[in-house]
């Protein structure tokens, strides 16, 4: 058994831990440290949230869509039926409606003239 004037050297010669796994900053540079990995990792972490979410949501959206466009060809509908059904319908996102403002004009930029 070790008798505390034993222990005495052994606790003289344990060193800081955390010079050590902070490449042996002082208290107030890890502080600073700490903080910004804390900060990089709560943006990486809101910003691939936010990502799966928008996907997620993309994924269900398009779903619902096929799935009523299944829906209105079974009810014996023809396909300018179905197509004048989803226009009718305003855009959901960006991407929709940039997609349905594009489609009224043609490739050289004129107006597309409906016949």
């Known amino acids: 058994m070790f008798?505390?004037?034993?222990?005495?050297?052994?606790?003289?010669?344990?060193?800081?831990?955390?010079?050590?796994s902070f490449f042996g900053l002082d208290e107030d540079y890890r502080f600073v440290l700490i903080i910004t990995a804390i900060g990089c990792v709560t943006g990486v972490i809101c910003t691939v949230v936010g990502c799966v979410s928008g996907a997620v949501s993309s994924i269900h959206r398009r779903r619902l869509d096929y799935e009523l466009k299944q829906e209105l060809l079974d009810r014996g509908m023809t396909a300018d039926?179905?197509?004048?059904?989803?226009?009718?319908?305003?855009?959901?996102?960006?991407?929709?409606?940039?997609?349905?403002?594009?489609?009224?004009?043609?490739?050289?930029?004129?107006?597309?003239?409906a016949s």
């Open 3 to 20: 008798l505390p004037s034993q222990l005495m050297p052994i606790l003289a010669q344990s060193r800081d831990v955390w010079a050590d």
């Open 81 to 113: 039926e179905v197509t004048q059904v989803v226009e009718a319908s305003p855009p959901k996102d960006f991407l929709e409606r940039w997609a349905s403002g594009s489609k009224k004009w043609g490739r050289r930029g004129e107006p597309v003239r």
